[in-house]
């Protein structure tokens, strides 16, 4: 059982391209959601979804967009980098709201 | 004011110590309460829920006083595989996925 895998690990991006985290989750968990974290900062949330077809907004979303089009797979995409997005990135999943949350292993991103 | 707040630490102990970490948080809608450890460039990791009538997993004991918006967590003898940085988790209303809030994490060094 895998749980939470995300992808890439480390990444290095120039400002102004784009790119895709993946995340895959494989316990059937109709929540998902990716949080970014920095430094002196708790996690913060990105985007989260409630199930395949349904995703709403968290507290900073601006310049990520999501998808979910499978109970699995809830990628995140940077539309067009910033050197603000540099972050240490997580993909979550629980079984449902305010439930035990499930973390992919991040992913550091660099935008220089 | 924050809506989760957390002594950042560091808190240096010796192995075999008692230590205890409050949370405070600013909104009494909140509904549900977790400790998470996070080890140094990892996910974050489930420790405990915190129930109302307070809980103990081993070393570990979590307490929530809602009267005063604070949960704790005591640790008995600390070993030293607990140091890591400790998540405080509030979740301000039920259902309210998207209303967990994280706190920036207090940091524990156990020295031998």
């Known amino acids: 059982n895998a749980g939470v895998t995300q992808t890439p690990k480390f990444q290095v991006l120039k400002t102004g391209q784009s790119m895709t985290l993946q995340c895959a989750q494989d316990?059937?968990?109709?929540?998902m959601s990716w949080y970014r974290q920095d430094p002196g900062m708790g996690l913060r949330l990105i985007h989260y979804?409630?199930?395949?077809?349904?995703?709403d907004q968290g507290e900073v979303p601006n310049g990520y967009n999501v998808s979910r089009s499978t109970t699995e797979d809830f990628p995140l995409r940077l539309l067009s980098a910033a050197p603000s997005q540099t972050s240490v990135y997580f993909c979550?999943?629980?079984?449902?709201?305010?439930?035990?949350?499930?973390f992919g292993s991040g992913t550091q991103l660099s935008v220089l | 004011r924050k809506e989760v707040e957390q002594d950042p630490g560091p808190f240096n102990v010796p192995e075999g110590a008692t230590v205890a970490f409050n949370c405070t948080y600013s909104?009494?809608?909140?509904?549900?309460f977790f400790w998470y450890r996070q080890d140094c460039r990892k996910e974050p990791k489930l420790l405990m829920s915190?129930?109302?009538s307070g809980n103990e997993d081993g070393r570990f004991t979590a307490q929530l006083n809602r009267a005063s918006q604070y949960i704790s967590l005591l640790i008995r003898d600390s070993k030293l595989s607990d140091s890591a940085t400790y998540l405080c988790?509030?979740?301000?209303?039920?259902?309210?996925?998207?209303?967990?809030?994280f706190g920036t994490g207090t940091k524990l060094q156990v020295i031998p």
């Open positions: 988790v509030v979740g301000r209303s039920p259902g309210g996925y998207q209303k967990v809030t």
């Open positions: 979550a999943s629980s079984e449902g709201p305010n439930e035990k949350l499930f």
């Open positions: 909104n009494s809608a909140s509904q549900s």
């Open positions: 316990m059937n968990h109709e929540y």
């Open positions: 979804s409630v199930g395949a077809g349904i995703t």
């Open positions: 915190v129930y109302s």
